[in-house]
């Protein structure tokens, strides 16, 4: 757990690992989390809220559904029964019925319930869908969440803009930034993927004029956000492109998460020889989920 003003940082060790996906604690008379993590890191995050003194929330904020970021929402709606679970109306009726999202995940991932654990659904009357860009957690001393629509990464994923601070929370939307790589890999997983939506949604994030950006993987990004928006801009063009050529020679997804590991242990310094960080980094959205994703995108969009 690390604090930053009025955001901690709750590492849930996801899948055993440290630094990949984080809980923002927002503290204050209406305290909030940002993200849920997985079911299998709910007993990290109860033990990270627990340290940082929590007894209640009034939020339990998702930036997305997908089961890295929303997987222990339900758990966590049981042990803070106030709390109200904000989401982007697309993704609502799947924490209310997780079925479908259980199953179309299952159609990725070999050992569902190893790798997240189980979805516990949340009462219909417990959230509250967004539809719209504006306030949608009044976090008490003059202080609010803001929801900003960040499709691109899926079409149900929104930012979070928090006024008073300054401060962004941006999920996926940014891609990922691990402090000791700083630079952004992108997150491009399948069925939703679309590049001119990522890059109008970096526009979006950009307009707000935020002075820090907490992507959930992971912390306090090091780069200013211009920055982390003009990389992220670039790291998603540069995968495409990868893509583009793979397939243009009569490859598929294979061979272009194939070349995405290879671009990148070209491009970051270091990477190459740091087998734990790039483990790291590949755990965060693997360079096959990237792949498929683009691949994705690429069959819908057709000839570019």
Do not use: C
């Not at 996906?21 to 909030?32: C, D, F, I, Q, W």
């Not at 339900?74 to 697309?90: D, I, K, N, T, Y």
């Amino acid at each position: 757990m690390s604090e930053t003003g009025d955001v901690i940082t709750i590492d849930s060790v996801m899948h055993g690992a440290e630094g990949v996906t984080a809980v923002y604690y927002l503290p204050g008379s209406r305290p909030a989390i940002i993200e849920a993590a997985p079911a299998t890191s709910l007993s990290h995050v109860l033990a990270g809220l627990s340290a940082a003194g929590v007894t209640d929330l009034d939020w339990i904020v998702l930036t997305h559904i997908h089961l890295d970021h929303a997987g222990a929402a339900g758990h966590l709606a049981q042990r803070f029964p106030r709390a109200r679970v904000v989401v982007r109306a697309e993704g609502a009726p799947h924490l209310v019925d997780p079925s479908r999202l259980w199953a179309s995940a299952a159609r990725l991932y070999p050992d569902m319930e190893g790798l997240w654990g189980s979805m516990v659904p949340v009462p219909p009357d417990r959230i509250d869908a967004v539809s719209s860009d504006g306030v949608v957690a009044d976090l008490g001393d003059g202080r609010r969440l803001e929801a900003v629509y960040t499709p691109g990464h899926a079409r149900h994923h929104m930012a979070l803009f928090e006024p008073a601070s300054g401060d962004l929370f941006t999920g996926d939307a940014a891609g990922v930034l691990l402090a000791e790589v700083r630079a952004v890999h992108p997150a491009t997983p399948p069925p939703e993927f679309a590049l001119e939506a990522s890059l109008e949604s970096l526009n979006r994030m950009r307009a707000l004029g935020a002075r820090r950006a907490f992507p959930t993987h992971f912390g306090l990004s090091a780069l200013d956000p211009a920055d982390l928006f003009d990389d992220a801009a670039a790291s998603l063009r540069r995968a495409v492109a990868v893509a583009e050529d793979v397939v243009a020679g009569g490859g598929g997804a294979p061979e272009i998460a194939t070349r995405l590991l290879e671009d990148e242990l070209l491009a970051i310094p270091g990477l190459a020889e740091d087998t734990a960080l790039a483990r790291r980094l590949s755990e965060t959205t693997s360079y096959e989920l990237n792949a498929a994703g683009i691949a994705r995108y690429l069959t819908k969009r057709g000839p570019g």
